[in-house]
């Protein structure tokens, strides 16, 4: 089955506890995406990627950190969280850049940083 | 700077009643703009692309540069198109993505 998957689902965590957000898709898609759902501002996005090894920020990076070494997968990365980055993430992913306007989305995470 | 405005937070109508949900835009340059949507426990899914004028599932969505906006419209709304609704648009590369606060509509049986 098509999917993207993000774990943890759940996450609570304190201000300054380094984490990983796993982000991974099964379709072979070039594009992947970061973003974080607050109520109010809606999505935003953080970090998006063309493809390997290429990596831009969107329009919240501060604080946040990706990696892309394989095509699969896109991990979200909090050097030190605080607790303005409690949120509800997703990840995304579309075949090309092109196309990234058909993104296909994960299920979120929900993180909270006390 | 790209913006993208949804006046509307919330948003009740009428089973079989006409609905309208607002988008502005702000942009500089030739804007992509999309609908989203997000049913109740399902993941976020485009809805339609102002570029393939097409309705879906009753929806329509017109780009009117003049006026900045890109309202979505269906003529008779269904218990079913009770969801949240994001108006977004696409950056100058085509990477970046810039997403409205979204409106949920309820439609009242």
């Known amino acids: 089955e098509a999917q993207v998957t993000q774990n943890p689902r759940y996450l609570i965590t304190v201000t300054g506890k380094k984490l990983t957000v796993t982000c991974s898709q099964n379709m072979n898609h070039e594009y992947m995406s970061w973003y974080r759902q607050d109520p109010g501002l809606g999505l935003r996005q953080i970090y998006y990627?063309?493809?390997?090894?290429?990596?831009d920020k969107g329009d919240v990076p501060e604080g946040y950190k990706v990696s892309r070494k394989e095509k699969r997968n896109f991990p979200l990365i909090l050097e030190s969280p605080s607790p303005n980055q409690t949120s509800l993430y997703f990840c995304?992913?579309?075949?090309?850049?092109?196309?990234?306007?058909?993104?296909?989305f994960g299920p979120g995470t929900r993180l909270t940083v006390t | 700077a790209q913006r993208v405005t949804q006046p509307e937070k919330l948003l009740s109508v009428f089973k079989g009643a006409p609905v309208e949900l607002k988008c502005n835009y702000s942009?500089?340059?030739?804007?992509?703009l999309f609908w989203y949507v997000q049913y109740s426990r399902q993941r976020l899914q485009l809805l339609l692309r102002?570029?393939s004028r097409e309705s879906i599932k009753g929806f329509t969505a017109d780009l009117n540069k003049g006026e900045t906006s890109f309202h979505l419209k269906k003529p008779f709304a269904q218990e079913e198109d009770s969801a949240m609704y994001y108006c977004a648009l696409r950056g100058d590369t085509g990477n970046q993505f810039y997403f409205g606060t979204g409106t949920s509509l309820t439609v009242i049986p």
């Open positions: 102002h570029i």
């Open positions: 990627s063309m493809n390997v090894e290429v990596t």
């Open positions: 942009y500089s340059g030739s804007p992509e």
């Open positions: 995304a992913s579309s075949r090309t850049y092109l196309q990234s306007y058909e993104q296909y």
